[in-house]
């Protein structure tokens, strides 16, 4: 649990792949614990985990929505570079 702390706790400088691996471990663990009877510290290590995967799950959807704005942008871009209001050039054919 210590190392899915740590990880969680540096999600920014992860990869999606890590993040994936990280959404796994985090869901394998709760599962874990969700099996044993329930005790104190066992419902408060499935509150933990579901507060880290809410955390996994939000920087999940930033991320996604940061690619997104950058492929509008790239997209938008590329529109006034190569868009077809352009006038044909001198000898084009249009």
């Known amino acids: 649990m210590d190392q899915i702390r ?9 990869t999606d792949e890590q993040i994936s691996a990280l959404q796994d471990q985090i869901i394998s ?5 969700e099996s044993q009877e329930p ?3 066992s419902v408060d290590a499935m509150t933990s985990l579901a507060d880290m995967l809410d955390a996994v799950r939000g920087e999940t959807k930033q991320r996604e929505m940061a690619a997104r704005e950058l492929a ?6 590329a529109m006034r570079v190569k ?12």
């Open 6 to 14: 740590s990880q969680v706790d540096r999600l920014s400088e992860l």
């Open 29 to 33: 663990e709760f599962e874990s614990f």
């Open 39 to 41: 005790t104190a510290e």
């Open 72 to 77: 509008a942008q790239a997209a938008e871009a």
């Open 83 to 94: 868009g077809s209001d352009e006038e044909p050039m001198e000898g084009e054919i249009s």
